[in-house]
């Protein structure tokens, strides 16, 4: 019995296309297959990097996301589906999207690579721009730092990754700087004597690099001295530093007769400004 000439060219296109459809079913059966082991090792990598749980998962979405909607295209392309057309319309919404989103995008994009090449780890002390702290957390949109003050600061990351970072903790010893003005008729070379027997015998300075005592420059009222001591940044901090050091050499110049000026200014005034000085001096008398 012969089939109508319509049922005929149904069938003919069926037949036709049924191997691009099991070619497609097959695309698409593999990449979910390729999907589960891909996420499953970055997920792995990511622990061994030991990222916060709560990052781990999203980003695993997203990794088995992103290979699922390549292999969906691929698997529709097979089938003859006009993909162009597809693609150019998810672009457009992808940029709608990311230009309303561009902030959030930005820093989400900023927090995977601060978590991936990991510059700093919960817990250092960090400084970027003015914030200077400990870092409490990292997540995908911002990084928590305690500063010294107590405040709880959260910095987009963003500002954190494209700004210069500076790790104390990675450094196992920091240079302390504390200016110091002595008088202009001190014997400089008891001040440096003074100067470096006193900060060497402090605990908190490091004997190795040795303290040194620079001399710089005149002030108006002082010669002015900078004291340069190394100490363990990983346990001390600068204003514990700066605290001893500033107390015992008080102590020290008082003991060596070593003169801390104050300033000093003397006022010049003009006739005029004296006859009106001198008026008032003596209407308050007269009173």
């Not at 990754?161 to 400089?188: C, H, K, M, W």
């Amino acid at each position: 019995m012969d089939l109508p000439i319509t049922l005929q060219t149904a069938l003919t296109q069926f037949l036709l296309f049924l191997p691009k459809l099991v070619m497609s079913l097959v695309v698409f059966v593999v990449t979910l297959y390729l999907a589960a082991i891909i996420t499953r090792l970055a997920r792995k990598a990511m622990v061994g990097r030991r990222m916060p749980a709560h990052v781990i998962e999203p980003l695993g979405q997203l990794v088995r996301l992103s290979i699922v909607t390549l292999g969906t295209i691929t698997a529709l392309q097979q089938v003859d589906f006009d993909v162009t057309a597809f693609v150019a319309g998810l672009g457009i919404m992808g940029f709608a999207v990311g230009f309303a989103l561009q902030d959030i995008a930005q820093n989400f994009v900023s927090g995977v690579l601060l978590l991936v090449q990991r510059p700093f780890a919960v817990g250092d002390f960090i400084q970027v721009e003015s914030f200077q702290g400990h870092v409490q957390e990292i997540n995908l949109r911002a990084t928590r730092v305690t500063t010294l003050d107590g405040e709880d600061v959260l910095i987009p990351n963003r500002i954190v990754y494209a700004n210069p970072i500076t790790n104390f903790t990675l450094t196992e010893s920091r240079r302390v700087q504390i200016p110091v003005g002595v008088a202009y008729d001190s014997d400089l070379d008891l001040v440096e004597k003074v100067v470096i027997d006193t900060v060497t015998a402090l605990p908190l300075v490091l004997a190795d690099p040795r303290p040194q005592v620079s001399i710089n420059s005149f002030d108006d009222s002082s010669i002015n001295v900078t004291v340069l001591v190394w100490v363990d940044a990983r346990t001390v901090m600068p204003n514990a530093v700066k605290h001893a050091v500033v107390t015992a050499l008080k102590k020290a110049f008082d003991t060596h007769g070593i003169e801390i000026p104050f300033p000093i200014r003397t006022l010049h005034l003009m006739d005029s400004e004296k006859a009106m000085l001198s008026e008032l001096k003596s209407s308050t008398t007269a009173r």
